[in-house]
């Protein structure tokens, strides 16, 4: 596991009620099964309203996705490797490990 999950409190953040179609939080892929990706679980739900910050530490990928402390939190994130800066050899062990 590569990935580094950062999370940046936003307390003046408007909060909108929890949208029901997400009783259990979401589960965020931003890979549609395009190439190497790496996978991890996020704290559901967040501490409150902000944000988290993911990166991978190894090929520099990296996004970010609000938060509200609330049922509709993203509970977990597939992010897409920078596949131009990894060799092929070690993104494949990656995602043996992932
Ligand atoms: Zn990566």
């Known amino acids: 596991m590569t990935l580094e999950v950062l999370w940046f409190d936003r307390t003046l953040a408007r909060s909108d009620a929890p949208d029901p179609e997400y009783p259990e939080g979401v589960d965020l892929d931003l890979c549609r099964d395009i190439g190497p990706a790496c996978w991890t679980a996020l704290r559901y739900p967040a501490r409150g309203p902000g944000y988290y910050h993911i ?9 970010g996705c609000m938060t509200k402390g609330q049922t509709d939190d993203p509970r977990s994130i597939r992010l897409p490797c ?10 494949k062990m990656e995602n043996q490990a992932a």
């Open 55 to 63: 990166a991978c530490t190894r090929c520099g990928s990296a996004t």
């Open 82 to 91: 920078r596949v131009s800066a990894v060799s092929g050899g070690s993104f």
